[in-house]
């Protein structure tokens, strides 16, 4: 009963919205992992959307004010990640957050041991336990941060993370996936990237993953749907856990595309 009224709201949001084609086509455009959807998965990304952009508050602070296309833009990446799961991944909160540039924040936060931290170091994005996510502006924009960086995959899958408790690197997964395999998979990949990191290699991966576990579950879902080949290449159980838990197969849509 609840479940066909919630498909029944959910149909009717969709339905009633005014998503504008071409301004959707646009969004899509500037976003280059996205243009290898199927037509299916293009609809899917689009109601999903839709839903995204009715049930969460995207506003600009610091001055920033949004036009009809930023949030759009949020959107579709925040929504890429839950393209074959469920809006419901992204339930219980609501703020979106876009400050003009890297922003400084002012919020504390107590550690494990009680201690209060206020760190004042800039951020380009920040997810908060059950709270707002946090963006600027500048790091949203396409292409801001280079091939494979992308602050609203990261921020978003720091909500993923977060919906068993704090950031670990380790989301809920799905039925039929083995924690035991996750947890195997992502040790020994976060031990060698971090040895990689700390002999000073160059890494296609943003070095930043080594700065925790949770980090690195963030850093290498970016790099999973931007550059999954990379990520099959370097870390091939890692991409087979995150295919299990995204349910998709980004590497698939790059070789039709390369194939072209
Ligand atoms: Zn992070």
């Given at each position: 009963?609840f479940?066909?009224?919630r498909?029944?709201?959910?149909?009717?949001?969709?339905?009633r919205?005014?998503?504008?084609?071409?301004?959707?086509?646009?969004?899509?455009?500037?976003?280059?992992?996205?243009r290898?959807?199927?037509?299916?998965?293009?609809?899917?990304l689009?109601?999903?959307?839709?839903?995204?952009?009715?049930?969460?508050?995207?506003?600009?602070?610091?001055?920033?004010?949004?036009?009809a296309?930023?949030?759009?833009?949020i959107?579709?990446?925040?929504?890429?990640?839950?393209?074959n799961?469920?809006?419901?991944?992204?339930a219980?909160?609501?703020?979106?957050?876009?400050?003009p540039?890297?922003?400084?924040p002012t919020?504390?936060?107590?550690?494990?041991?009680?201690?209060?931290?206020?760190d004042?170091?800039?951020?380009a994005?920040e997810?908060?336990?059950?709270?707002?996510?946090?963006l600027?502006?500048a790091d949203?924009?396409p292409r801001?941060?280079?091939?494979?960086?992308?602050?609203?995959?990261?921020?978003?899958?720091?909500?993923?993370?977060?919906?068993?408790?704090?950031?670990?690197?380790?989301?809920?997964?799905?039925?039929?996936?083995?924690?035991?395999?996750?947890?195997?998979?992502?040790?020994?990949?976060?031990?060698?990237?971090?040895?990689r990191?700390?002999?000073?290699?160059?890494?296609?991966?943003?070095?930043?993953?080594?700065?925790?576990?949770?980090e690195?579950?963030?850093?290498?879902?970016?790099a999973?749907?931007e550059?999954?080949?990379?990520?099959?290449a370097?870390y091939?159980?890692?991409?087979?856990?995150?295919?299990?838990?995204?349910?998709q197969?980004?590497?698939?849509?790059?070789?039709?595309?390369?194939?072209?």
């Amino acid at each position: 009963m609840f479940e066909a009224f919630r498909r029944w709201r959910r149909r009717r949001i969709i339905e009633r919205a005014g998503l504008d084609p071409a301004l959707w086509q646009q969004t899509l455009a500037q976003l280059p992992f996205l243009r290898d959807l199927t037509p299916a998965e293009n609809e899917r990304l689009r109601q999903t959307v839709i839903l995204f952009l009715h049930d969460k508050s995207i506003h600009g602070a610091g001055g920033l004010v949004l036009d009809a296309a930023m949030p759009l833009l949020i959107a579709a990446q925040a929504c890429i990640l839950i393209l074959n799961l469920d809006i419901d991944y992204y339930a219980g909160w609501v703020e979106v957050i876009v400050y003009p540039d890297e922003f400084v924040p002012t919020m504390e936060y107590v550690d494990e041991d009680g201690i209060v931290h206020t760190d004042h170091a800039p951020r380009a994005g920040e997810a908060w336990l059950q709270g707002p996510l946090i963006l600027s502006w500048a790091d949203v924009a396409p292409r801001a941060g280079g091939e494979g960086v992308n602050v609203v995959i990261h921020e978003f899958a720091h909500k993923l993370d977060m919906l068993n408790g704090d950031a670990n690197g380790f989301p809920p997964l799905h039925a039929g996936m083995n924690r035991r395999d996750w947890v195997g998979a992502f040790e020994a990949a976060y031990s060698d990237f971090c040895r990689r990191v700390e002999a000073d290699e160059e890494t296609r991966i943003d070095p930043y993953a080594a700065e925790s576990p949770a980090e690195f579950f963030a850093v290498l879902s970016e790099a999973f749907f931007e550059i999954p080949a990379v990520v099959h290449a370097d870390y091939p159980e890692i991409y087979a856990q995150l295919q299990q838990f995204y349910k998709q197969h980004p590497l698939a849509r790059n070789s039709i595309r390369s194939r072209d």
